[in-house]
Structures are given as structure tokens and as C-alpha cells.
């Protein structure tokens, strides 16, 4: 019965076909053996590894690209077909395709999901309606699913496969061109590091998890993609381990990873009962859907599945981790934050969306947990990127901050606008930090107020670049930033309130405010990160030793392509003053060619997604991100609606933007460098003159006491670390107090009192298993890294070596002993043998008769003897 | 009268000649016991035949192997003279054309 009723599961759809999406796996493949291989036999080859590393996700990006093309072609398929109104069967070319794709289904049933679909709920159908607004109808695209049975036990089959999507190739191709682009930049920037053929292993490792990860058919396998980036993470972070403070940052991301991977495993598990046994994303996002899961229980594996979300994507209040992990080199925090690790967290959710829409009940409601988690998130991150000297910490924070808006856009029901913002930050968010690097890596140092400052004279191209992802983060138009996060502010649906209908899922007005306020802040601390870095006097130099071009120029001569981008001295009377230090110059192109090349995408990707009616273009160049990315029509995804996009909003919010860079222009550009162009605060500003704002300012400086919380150090103390972790709590509890209320409706006190004690006593414990967990950590740390590092010198490394000296010991072996001895030995016994037993049987035959008649009768009696024995 | 009385004189005159044709130089008397363990053959013979009564007399056997040895020391006399001929002497010892 179910199968009569699938034909309208969601609208009327067809499914993709296309020999590369259905062989997706392997681009995760060839990151793997290119993993081992450099791993293997990196450090032969003639620089180090790295070219294999390239090669790889050079071919991967070119696979990924076709992948998406094929995607692509499918969509427009798609759109040449006409559904047939009676039986709403798909017609393309005069075929009925859904026909078809049944007879398919049941002659092959192990590469379809045909038993898996279920009964729709009018929701995907109503909203495919509105969503072609009256017009031609066209059917939508199912994800292209390849899978085999692992195994089976009780019942359940565990399978492993591949399910493309729009989803799916858009990370694809994010994360093998950052990746890419970061593999050609760390040859420069970590060129003669003494674990350089390790750290390209890794990369290719890291890449390798996160396209298993997103190329994922099922929940386990997702598990498995979620771990794997884990591990990469805290290697990478930890490259640099000898230092203590990076393994302690290592030990961070890890430990607090585990508490959301806790979260991650129940989520999992309860949706996977609560689904009707399936670990199969589409089937548990159908049974979500259609209402066959108890909405009990998607509540609670949403709600599990955001603490995973918390602790990979950074939300708050396990985002302590993410500003630590800057203790990597910079090509993996570009990695990390941009393409790879952190937006897992928002992948997770974008591909469980059946779950988190239904469990949530976002449709309709103004206020949810993942909204509100993600809306706390995206101020606590643009706070706390205002007080921090360290220009890759502004960077890590500033991501913090943009993952919540994405979080907080999925949690408002703007799916695409969250995919679509995922998409532009990976591009501007890459180019930051790897400006940043460039820039470190011409001072030596991240400190942007000790030794920085008027870069802009030294690198010019990173200043552009920089300049231009900056712009782009900030979201002003026509960067790619602003139509990404226009599209979350429209999706809220809060601007519904000043201009009457949206069209949004619902009405979520504090998101709103939320999105705008931080839009405002994160303006203000790129103006402020601009200013210190590049603008103002160069205030580097003075801390180091050495004094001449020629011993700096020397420290670097592994890095040729220095040499000649230098930068020419225009004062050098103040460079006698700090003691002849050699000036800060450009990178290399190495490094300067992904920058050119990320500086492009950050201001064309935006274009890719022009809002609905935009300038009245033709519908052909609009809304192509979402026309191509998003599921529409299909039984595995909720009927999401759209917000209108607004003009009065995109003003506003722009304007919003302008006057924070304003203000903050006026403040660093006017007042900080009226008093000295070397000036990196205001003398006696207002955070010291008024003690409300030195009060916040301190309690920034301190990261909200978080870290004290979970390390119970000093200056908080038991005593505050409990107070704080009350209000902390009580504000999670909140959160979730409007989530199992499902918005503003009855019973609305009662449900907050148990969330607030709810959320306290799961904070208190969260707090106090870190703090166990770092105890033992510690304990081990030391003994873990040397392990690690003594198993790749010795046991890897000595695998190898073993291998080759066992070859020609072996061969060794084979020719003195086989060849030489076996078979030389045997053709010479033979005649050894035969010349021997003559000698030996010549002395018997003497020629004595008598002699050859004792031996008879000898033979004689011995048998006469035997015969009387025998008888 | 038993039968092992028969059978003690056969093997002692069987030892008797096995020495000499083990020990013995001069081929004349190597010829000589090998006639003596042919004859404890032929008591052998006529003993088992006269006590268990075989249907068959022993004494045809015997009077056929009388014949067979005085034909082989026939021979056998014929050869030592021959090499008596060519080598003056019927030493055995010092008749070891054959050895290897």
C-alpha cells in the first residue's frame, strides 16, 4: 500500500542518473591513496609529498566540478519534463519516466530506495505548489543513491554507498577548490618544516574525511566522516606539538569534540529506532516527514543532534575550542574554518533537515533551540572578535560568529540561504586567513598591535585581497557576503513585522535583530582588524636580534620566491631608528595566487544567487544556487517556504553595515591615528573611562569565563564558575524551554522552569566532564604526542625502510641459498652422490669370492631368523 | 630313532661346510664342502621323508641332487684346473680379477 501512495510521495519527481554521481566514491578515494602513498613514500620523493598531495585534489576538484555539472544537467532535465496532471507521472521526451523508474525500482531493488519511500505529507506537496508560484509545473530531482549491503544481522541491513545531491557537489566542489588552493599555499608557507611530508599527508587525510563525510548515504557512515575529520583536526592543530601550548590546543578541540561526538552517537541512535530502523538519510528524513516518527523523539535526537552541532561548528558554549585550534598553521586554519571541519556541524543539519524541521516544529513557530543557539552564537563570536590582538583569533572568532548565522538560519527554516552562506564564507572566510598568513609569515608573528601595522606598503596584494574579503565578511553589496547574509535576514521572516507578509516559515523577529546586530559588529571588527594590520605605522622589528636584510633574507633561503618581493624602503630613516631591521615584504606567488584567485570568488560568488524578481533580469540568471542546490518536490525534504526578499531590508541593513564601519573607521582612522600613527588604542578611551564598559571589556578579555568554567582556574573560582555556569545554563535552558514549547504557546512558564534547571544541571555536568576529561587528558598528553611522533619515525618510517632492506635481504638470501645452494646443490649432489656411492660400493666388491659368500650366507641366516620370528 | 638326531647330524655336517668354503684357500677343498652341505641337504631330505611319510620317496631328490653335484664338481674341477694353468697356484685369495 505504501508503494500506491509513494507515486505522490512529495511531488512528482525524477531521480538523477550519471556515471560520476553514482561513482562519487571516488573522489574520497583518491584523497585516501594519496593519503598513504605520501604517508608511505613521501619523504623520497623530491619535494617531500606535496606534489602528490596537489595532484590528488587537483584531480579531485576536476571530478567534483564534473560531478556537478552532471548535477546540473540533471536539474535541467528535470526541467524539460511536464508532469502528466491526471496521475501526476513525470513525461520527458514523450517517456513516462516514473513508470520507469518503478519498473527499475522493482526489478533492482537493491540500488533504489524503493521500499523506503513513504506516504507524503501534504506539506512537500503544497509547498512544491507555491514554490513554482502558478507556473508550469516541473518534477524534482532525487539524490543519485549507490549502495551495497556491508552487512546484515537481525534484520537490518548496514550499508555502504554514495547519495548525491545539490548538497552534495556544492561541498564538493567548496571543499576540494579551498582545499586545493590551501595545498598550493602550504608549499610555500610551511616549505623546510621538519614534518612537512607528514602535514601534506594529513591535508589529503582531512580532505579524504570531509568528502566521505559529505558524499555519506547514511547516518554510520556519516558518523565515521564526522570522526575521521576529528582525529585530522587535532593532528593538524597539533602539528607543531613540541610546543606545549599547541598540544594543549590539540588536546581542546579534541576533548571538547568528544562531549558533542555524545551527543552526535545518541542522536543517532534514537533516530534511528524512531525512523522504523533505517540508517539511511533519506529513509530517516522521509519517516520524519511524513509523520510516521513520534515528534517526542525527533525533538530529542534534533536536540542531541545540535550538542554535536555545538561542539563541531563552534556553537556556543563549547566554542572554546575554535579560537585554540589557531595554534595550527595557518593553511589548516583556512582549511578548518572555511571548507572543512566546522561546517560538518551545518552540513549535519542541512542533511538531517526532515529531522531538525519537524523535531523543531520550525514552520510557523518564532523561536527554536537551533535558532536560538545559532542567534547567541553569532553575538557571542562578533563580541569576542573585538578584544583580540591576535589577527587569526579575530578570524577564528569572526567564523564563530558567521557558523552561528548559519546555524541560526537553518533553526529559521532558510535552508538555502544557510547553504548558500556556507558556500560565499568558505571563499571569503579561506582568504582572510590565508591573508593573514601571508602577512604573519612576512613578520613572524600574529600579534596584529605588537607587530603589525602599515603592512599595506610592504604586501600590496595581500592588502587587496584582504581588503576585498573583508569587505565581502562585512556584507556590503555587491560582495559575496551580502547576498548570502541578506538572504538569513530575509528568511527570519522577522522583517514581516515592519512590512506585513513574508512568506517566511515563520516569524523570528529576535533572529532578525540578532543577524542585524551582528552584521553591524562584524563590520566594525574587520574595519578594526584593517586598521591594525594594515593601516597606521609599522611597529614590528623591535624584538629581534638579528639587524640586517641579509641575515633575514638568509633566514628564509628556503623560500626563493621571497627574494625578489621585496618591498622597496620608503622611510628608511625610521627603519634606523628600530635598528636596520629588514623590512616586512610580499609573499611569494605561491602564496599570493590563491589569494588572487579566493579575491575573485568572493566577489563574483554572490552573484550565483540574485534574489527572486532582482532588477527584473530574466529568471534564467536568478536564484541559480538555490534552483540547483535545493531539493524541491522531493519526499526526503520538508517543505520549506521562502521569505521575500525585501528591498527596505537590504537598505536597512546595508545602512546598518555602513555606520558601523563608520563609526569604527572614525574611531581607529580619525581618533586612535590623530594621537600616533603608531597608536593601537585610545589613551584613556571610553572602555577605561566608564566602568560599565570596562566591565564588559574585561569580562571579553576573558571570553565570557568560559575556559575558566571548564578548567576551574583562576580568577573565577569554584564560587563564580558555578554562578556562571548558572546563567549559562538558565540561558540554554531557556532556549530549550521554547523548543519543547514549541513557540508561545500554553503551559509557557512551567516548560521554561524545567528548562532552566534542566540547563543548568546539563551544563554543570558538561562543565565538569571537560574538566575531568582535561585531567586525564593531560595526564596522558605528553606520552600520546610522543607516542604518535615515535610511531610515524620509527614504525612507519621503519616499515618502509624494513620493506626495502627485507627486498634485498630476501634476494640476498634467494641467490646464495636457493639458487647457489638448492639448486646448484642438487645437480652437484647428484653427482657427488653417484661418484660417492661408487667410491663406497667399490670397496665391496673386492673380488673375494669367499668374501661375496659370507655376505650370502649372512643374507641367509638374517632371513632364516626372520622366518622362525615371523612363524 | 628321532627325527632330531637326523637333523643334528645335517647341520653340524651344513656348519662343517660352510667353514670350509668360508675359510678354506685351496679351491679343491672349497669344492669338497660345498659337496659336504649339498650331502646334509641330502640327509635333510631323506629324514623328513622317511618320518612324515611324504608321498613322493626323498631318495629320488636325493639321487637328483647326487647327480646335479657330481656334474658342478665336474665343472668346478675343470675351472680350478684352468686357473691352475694360468695362474699356478688355486689360491682364492689370489683370485681377484674382479675386483673393483
Known sequence: MSFFLAAEAGGPTITAEGWFLENVYIIPLIMAISFATILFFGKRMPRGGSEVGIAAVGVCFLLALITAGQWIGQVN???????????????????????????????DPVSTFGDGEFAAGATGFTAFAAEEDGEKQHPGVKAAVSQRTWWSNGGIDFTVGTMVDGLTVTLLVVVTLISSLVHIYSTDYVAGDRRYTHFFAFLSLFTAAMLFFVTSENTLQMIVGWELVGVCSFALIGHWWEDQDNSDAALKAFLTNRVGDMGLLIGMIVLFFASGETWSIIGINEAAISGETSHTLLLIGSLCLIAAVMSKSGQFFLHTWLP???????????????????????????????????????????????????????????????????????????????????????????????????????FFKALLFLGAGSVSHAVHSFDMKKDMGGMRKFMPTTYKTFLIGSIALAGLPPLAGFWSKDEILVGTGGWGFFEGESHANGAYTVMLIMGMITAAMTAAYMTRVMYLTFFGEFRGGHHDDHVHDEDHAHDEAAEVDHAHAVAHHDDDSHDDHHGHHGEPHESGPRILWPLRILAFLAVVVGFLNLPKGFLGLPKSILQRFEHFVEPVGVSYFPGISHGDPSWSLAIVSTIVVSL????????????????????????????????????GHTMLKNRYYLDHIYDGGEPVGAAGATAVATIFGAAAGLALGFSLDNGLDQDFVPSLIWGVVLGVTVFTIVSLALRTGVGVASFVKGRLAWAANWSHEHLIDGTVDTIGETSVKSANFVYRYIDQGVIDGTVNAAGAGSSGAGDELRRWSTGQVQQYATVMFAGATLLAGLLIIVI | MYLVQFLLLSSILFCIGVYGVLARRNAVLVLMSIELILNSVNINLIAFGRFNGATIPAEVFSLFIIAVAAAEVGVGLALVLTIYRNRKSIDLHEVDLLKG
Open chain 1, 660 to 695: 558601523a564601519v563608520g563609526v569604527a573607521y572614525r574611531y581607529y582612522f580619525v581618533t586612535v591615528n590623530r594621537q600616533s600613527p603608531a597608536a593601537t588604542e585610545m589613551v584613556n578611551g571610553p572602555t577605561e573611562r566608564f566602568p560599565l564598559l570596562k566591565a
Open chain 1, 77 to 107: 532535465r528535470a526541467d524539460s519534463c511536464t508532469i502528466n496532471p491526471e496521475d501526476q507521472h513525470v513525461i520527458c521526451d514523450g517517456i513516462d519516466v516514473t513508470e520507469a523508474e518503478k519498473a527499475a525500482a522493482a526489478g
Open chain 1, 324 to 426: 585554540d585550534a589557531m595554534a595550527g598553521p595557518t593553511p589548516v586554519s583556512a582549511l578548518i574554518h572555511a571548507a572543512t571541519m566546522v561546517v560538518a556541524g551545518i552540513y549535519l543539519v542541512a542533511r538531517l533537515y526532515g529531522v531538525f524541521f519537524e523535531g523543531l516544529s520550525i514552520s510557523g513557530s518564532s523561536l527554536n533551540a537551533l535558532a536560538l543557539v545559532g542567534g547567541l552564537t553569532t553575538l557571542v563570536g562578533a563580541s569576542l572578535a573585538f578584544v583580540q590582538d591576535d589577527i587569526k583569533k579575530v578570524l577564528a572568532y569572526s567564523t564563530i560568529s558567521q557558523l552561528g548565522y548559519m546555524a541560526m538560519a537553518l533553526g529559521v527554516g532558510a535552508w538555502t540561504a544557510a547553504i548558500f552562506h556556507l558556500f560565499t564564507h568558505a
